[in-house]
C-alpha cells in the first residue's frame, strides 16, 4: 500500500539554525514527490518537488529537499530558519503509475521557530 | 494569475442542516479535488473531477455529499444532512493534467462548524 510518514508532529528550531522536516514514503513505483506548507486559517501553498533529475531540488523561500531512493526519504530543509517559517508542514507523494494524479498526504509536522 | 477561489470563508451550521460550497479553479485547470481536512490531519481525497467527469469519489460519504462540476469549471460541494463529525476545513485545489508531475493549487479553504 502506498504511504507517506513524516515520523516527527512537531519540530522546534532556533532562528538562524538549520532545520529538517522528515519524510519518508511508500509506493509500488517510481515516485513522485511534493512539500507543502499551510500557515494558520490558510489554504496549501506548494514548495517544491521532485520528479526526476538531480536529487536536490530547490524551492520557494530559501527551503531546498533531497530524494534519497535507498532510504525512501525526502526530507525538507533549510539553511537557517526564519521565525516566519514556523507552519505546518505536509509531505506528499503520487506513484508513477497512478494514471488519476492523486497524492497521497503525511499527517503533517508542526515548525516552530523560536527567536 | 488567479489562484484557487472559495467561497464561504467559514460557516457555522447546526446538525442536520444543509451547507453548500463553492470553488473555482485556476484557469485552463482541467483537474478539480475536493479535500476534507480535520484540525491536526492532513487533507483526506473526497471526489477527483477531470473536466466535468468524476475520476475517484471512493471516499465521499454519499448518503450525505454530493459534488458536481456542471460545466467542468466551477464546482459545488453539498452535504446534506450535516453531523457534528463532518467539522472540518474543506480544500479545493486544482491541476494541469498535462502531466503527472504538476503539483495541486489550493484555495483557502471553507471551516465548516457544525454544531
Known amino acids: 500500500a502506498q504511504s507517506v510518514a513524516q515520523p516527527e508532529d512537531q519540530v522546534n528550531v532556533a532562528e538562524g539554525n538549520p532545520l529538517t522536516v522528515k519524510c519518508t514514503y511508500s509506493?509500488?513505483?517510481?515516485?513522485?514527490l511534493f512539500w507543502y506548507v499551510q500557515y494558520p486559517n490558510r489554504g496549501l501553498q506548494f514548495l517544491l518537488k521532485y520528479i526526476t533529475g538531480d536529487n536536490l531540488v530547490k524551492g520557494s523561500y530559501g527551503f531546498e529537499a533531497e530524494f534519497n531512493k535507498s532510504q525512501t526519504s525526502f526530507h525538507l530543509k533549510k539553511p537557517s530558519a526564519l521565525v516566519s517559517d514556523s507552519a505546518l508542514y505536509f509531505c506528499?507523494?503520487?506513484?508513477?503509475?497512478?494514471?488519476?494524479?492523486?497524492?497521497?498526504w503525511g499527517a503533517g509536522t508542526k515548525l516552530i521557530i523560536k527567536p | 494569475e488567479a489562484g484557487v477561489a472559495q467561497s464561504p470563508r467559514y460557516k457555522i451550521i447546526e446538525k442536520r442542516q444543509s451547507v453548500a460550497f463553492w470553488c473555482n479553479p485556476i484557469?485552463?485547470?482541467?483537474?478539480l479535488y475536493w479535500y476534507q481536512q480535520i484540525l491536526g490531519q492532513g487533507p483526506k481525497l473526497l471526489i477527483q473531477?477531470?473536466?466535468?467527469?468524476?475520476?475517484?469519489d471512493s471516499q465521499l460519504p454519499k448518503d450525505r455529499f454530493s459534488a458536481e462540476r456542471l460545466k467542468g469549471v466551477d464546482s459545488t460541494l453539498k452535504i446534506q444532512p450535516a453531523k457534528l463529525e463532518d467539522s472540518a476545513v474543506y480544500l479545493c485545489?486544482?491541476?494541469?493534467?498535462?502531466?503527472?508531475?504538476?503539483?495541486?493549487?489550493f484555495g483557502p479553504g471553507t471551516r465548516l462548524t457544525v454544531t
Open positions: 509506493v509500488s513505483g517510481n515516485p513522485y
Open positions: 473531477f477531470q473536466n466535468n467527469g468524476v475520476v475517484d
Open positions: 485545489a486544482s491541476s494541469s493534467t498535462s502531466g503527472r508531475g504538476y503539483e495541486q493549487y
Open positions: 484557469s485552463g485547470h482541467a483537474t
Open positions: 506528499a507523494v503520487r506513484d508513477i503509475e497512478d494514471s488519476n494524479y492523486q497524492l497521497i
